[in-house]
């Protein structure tokens, strides 16, 4: 057994979600090699709400897209809710669109590229369109002392990257909240009407003293979710890619959005890109946290290999002589685990996997591998992102 699963049980908070600390725990420590049919797994899908992607729906989504990515194949996209409506819909020939989005608060790091690069995937092999939300007032609303002026450069900062992966302008279009307002304000209003502080906060913690911007916030991410209906006057099925921290917004909205005349939207989630630090503090990346565990699109190479040699917690030996008679652990390696993102290719992965257990990859040579692949996509990426300066109005959408 690789997966150590330090949590055989765990306990539900008040609100009736896991505890934060378990649930980081169990999600970083499965490894491609090890997800199948662990019970554990499964009661993490059950008592989060959502729905296991099972085999029969990976085989579904293999019969359109003619492969299956390797986030799936790797269980960092492991859970949905309604993929089944949406399959069953679009083999009726009744298409999705996609939505996702990123509330500009700071630089993009390679966190926030897992999901973005699923959509990409899912954009090209179902040939649909996307929506992209700039919430710009949701971090000004959540953080004490972000402002506008400031979350204006992340904005364009931030649509450099999205652009940078390739979505084709002609199905991609980006919705920024102030701007939007106008398309987004009524709609939202609809939502807002239908959600009790009561159930707001039994999904995000409110207190007392929450603000009132940070308490509407949840219908503004709502709105995309069936926005483009209203705008074609024809109902069209939505999926959200997301990352797991975004559930309950969609969770509490999946109630509403029927009640306005829309299809429930169906979602799909995966879990986080570790820290370079490992499991330690919330197991989420955090660009807060600065430069010591993030890797930045916008990072140099030498600033790229210096963070993973300097930072990246490793799961080798401390000598090199214990290390050849008792092998490293990918499993809690935090450079196998990047890998386990960005390498597509399964049998170099399984021998990277093989060789640092066994012992023959040596920790700096596992770091040497990462950097490399890195470093070749950053390169690519930062040119794109250079071009994509010049592209930033096709992407906004205009009615
Ligand atoms: N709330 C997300 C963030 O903090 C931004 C966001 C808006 C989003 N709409 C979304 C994320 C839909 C995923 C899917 O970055």
């Known amino acids: 057994m690789n997966g150590h699963f330090i ?14 600390q378990d649930f980081i725990v169990i999600m970083v420590t499965v490894t491609p090699w090890e997800v199948k049919g662990n019970i554990d ?3 993490l899908i059950k008592d989060f709400g959502v729905e296991k992607l099972d085999e029969n729906l990976i085989k579904r989504i293999e019969k359109h897209a003619g492969e299956v990515h390797h986030m799936i194949r790797r269980n960092i996209f492991f859970a949905h809710r309604d993929m089944k409506f949406i399959l069953d819909e679009y ?9 996702t ?9 390679l966190g926030h590229l897992v999901p973005w690069l699923f959509t990409k995937w899912l954009q ?4 649909v369109e996307l929506l992209f939300q700039f919430p710009d007032e949701e971090k000004v609303l959540f953080k004490k002392d972000l402002t506008f002026e400031e979350v204006e450069k992340h904005l364009y900062e931030n649509m450099l990257d999205v652009i940078a992966l390739d979505f084709d302008p002609k199905k991609t279009k980006f919705l920024i909240d102030t701007k939007h307002a106008d398309l987004m304000y009524k709609e ?38 069936f926005l483009p209906s209203v705008l074609a006057k024809k109902e069209i099925p939505c999926l959200i890619p997301h990352a797991i921290d975004q559930d309950p917004h969609f969770r509490v909205s999946r109630d509403v959005i029927p009640k306005l005349g829309h299809y429930k939207p169906a979602s799909i989630q995966c879990r986080f890109l570790p820290g370079l630090g490992g499991m330690s503090e919330d197991g989420k990346m955090s660009s807060s946290a600065a430069s010591t565990t993030t890797v930045f699109t916008t990072d140099d190479a030498k600033t790229v290999k210096k963070k993973i040699n300097k930072y990246a917690f490793s799961g080798g030996q401390v000598t090199v002589e214990d290390h050849r008679k008792l092998g490293g652990n990918p499993d809690i390696d935090v450079s196998y685990q ?43 990426h930062q040119k ?11 992407y906004i959408l205009k009615v």
């Open 41 to 43: 797994y499964d009661k």
């Open 7 to 20: 949590f055989k049980h765990f306990d539900l908070n008040d609100e009736g979600f896991i505890n934060k």
């Open 91 to 99: 083999e009726k020939g009744n298409k999705f669109f996609l939505y």
């Open 188 to 225: 939202a209003c609809k939502v807002a009407k239908h959600i009790t502080f009561s159930t707001a906060k039994g999904a995000f913690g409110f207190e007392n003293d929450t603000n009132l911007g940070a308490i509407f916030y949840t219908a503004m991410q709502a709105v995309p979710a």
């Open 101 to 109: 989005g990123r509330a500009p608060s700071g630089d993009t790091h």
């Open 124 to 127: 090209d092999k179902f040939d």
């Open 384 to 394: 794109k992102r250079e071009e994509a300066k010049k592209k930033i109005d096709q």
């Open 338 to 380: 990047w890998l386990t993102f960005f390498e597509e290719d399964d049998a170099k992965l399984k021998q990277i996997y093989d060789d640092y257990k066994s012992g023959k990859l040596l920790s700096g040579e596992l770091k040497a591998i990462l950097i490399e692949k890195l470093n070749g996509f950053l390169s690519e």
